[in-house]
Every structure is written in C-alpha cells, then in structure tokens.
C-alpha cells in the first residue's frame, strides 16, 4: 500500500487476496471494480476499489456465488427482490449439490463393508447392484450402439475409456463388440462415476487385475474425505448466504450491518502484516 496517497498496485492488492493480477484485470472488464487511476500505465487501486475486490472475493470464498451473481449484486439501486432471489437460487443449488453428495457419501461407505481384493470380480454387492441396475442376464456380445443406449452414455465415451485402457472390444467387420466381462466393466465404471463421484483414476485403480483390497479402501476413503470437505464448504456457504438473506434493509451493500461487519472482518484478516 502506497502510504503517500493511500493507493495501492495491483500487485499489492493482488497479493493481497491472493490472486493474479490477470484476475482483477478481468474483473475490470466485468465492471466489477475499476482503479483509481493510472500512472505510468499502472493501475492504482484506492480504498474503495480494494474494498470492492474484498467483498468480491469474501462472496467467492464464503458464499460460493459466481462473478455473473456477484454483477447482478453490484447493479446500483437493485431492487431487494432481485438480491435476495441471487442469494436465495444459490443457496438452493447449493442445498441440491449436498444432497447429491451426501448420496455419493452414502455410496462410498457402502463401498467400504465390501472385504473382497478384487471389487469388480468378487464383490458380490457390487455384482449384485449391476445385475440389478443393468440388468445382465448372460449376454453375448454388444455393438457399441447399443452399449451405449444401454449405458445412456456417448460412443465416444465409451472410445475413450478404451483409450484409458479401461475397458477393451473385439472388432467384427470393423465394429466394436463388447461381451459380457465389458458390460460389467462400463457397468462398474457408470456406478462408480455416477454414484460414487469417482474419478476416472479412481476407477482405475479399482479395475486392476491385481488390485490388493488395501489399495481400493485408500481409494474410496481418500474421495470420501475430498466429498466430506466439500460438504462442509457448501453447508458454510448456504449458512452465510442465509444470514445475509436476513438483513433488514433494501440495500445489501450500502447499509446491511451484517454484511459490512463480515466484510471488515474479512479485510481485516486479509491485511499484511509487518
């Protein structure tokens, strides 16, 4: 901070709320913050400016609301209906995104009970929710079309996983034909994506032919905490976005106390020290 004229680089206000200087470049094309002045071609921040940068950034942290909410919050004189339906539809895809979550949590200690080496091969759970959920009732081999209707994934998914070493066919005049182990094995990959929220490396650990029971555990505790941590993130944010739903006045950034208190508190945390 310049202490001769109470500016500030943007450098300094970067570091500040560690970001890159190119982020409050695109800030500014936004028209969510604009310098003081320019000297020498630099821009110079005042303490408005980089009161302004704080609040973005306390909204980004604590209330997870995107820089197209963080506009629409920004507009002079909005009217309270539109503040509070920005803060309210984000709490509400937050609240969404937990459940979705709490689901896959669910799934990843299910996961967890099973103690075969192999999940895919000798998991009998695992067999058992893929026979339920896809139905296999000893089939021979299926073209990729139809695999992927099955799946309600794309072709070129189901390329990809094969270009992953996932999963493997055999060509037929040219086709890609899958027998019944692949069926399993693209079952095995849906559930585990689509309900476990497992990534792609995940799953390949999992898939290994010599994969140890210990080493599939490390995998599905180690997304179970990263799931665990984003709840806790979310549930944070839905608490502040509701506190600040219950400020009083018509204008959230000019006069809500409660804001403004969370504000100073964030700047005052974020000041350098020495």
């Not at 604009?34 to 973005?56: E, F, H, K, M």
């Not at 905490?225 to 979310?234: D, M, P, S």
Request: charged letters at 25%; glycine letters at 8%.
């Amino acid at each position: 901070m310049r202490a001769s004229d109470g500016l500030a680089s943007i450098g300094d206000v970067a570091e500040r709320f560690q970001l890159r200087t190119s982020a409050l470049r695109f800030y500014e094309e936004k028209g969510l913050v604009t310098p003081a002045t320019r000297q020498n071609g630099r821009r110079l921040y005042g303490p408005a400016s980089v009161r302004r940068v704080g609040l973005i950034r306390m909204w980004q942290q604590h209330g997870l609301l995107s820089l197209d909410d963080i506009g629409t919050l920004f507009v002079p004189a909005v009217p309270r209906t539109r503040w509070r339906g920005v803060l309210e539809t984000r709490a509400s895809v937050l609240d969404e995104e937990l459940r979705v979550i709490r689901t896959a949590c669910e799934y990843l200690r299910y996961f967890l009970t099973c103690t075969s080496d192999n999940p895919l091969k000798t998991c009998p759970y695992i067999r058992r929710d893929l026979d339920e959920m896809f139905g296999f009732q000893g089939e021979g081999p299926c073209i990729i079309g139809a695999l992927a209707r099955r799946y309600d994934v794309r072709t070129s998914t189901i390329r990809y996983y094969e270009d992953e070493k996932l999963m493997t066919s055999i060509r037929v005049r040219g086709r890609r034909h899958y027998g019944r182990e692949e069926l399993h094995r693209l079952g095995f990959i849906v559930l585990c994506r689509q309900f476990g929220h497992l990534s792609l490396d995940d799953v390949a650990v999992m898939l290994r032919d010599d994969v140890t029971h210990g080493a599939w555990q490390a995998v599905v505790r180690g997304r179970l905490a990263a799931l665990e941590q984003r709840i806790a993130r979310n549930t944070g944010a839905v608490r502040y976005l509701e506190h600040w739903l219950t400020c009083p006045g018509d204008d959230l950034i000019g006069v809500c106390p409660y804001l403004a208190r969370a504000l100073d508190d964030f700047l005052e945390a974020s000041t350098p020290r020495g």
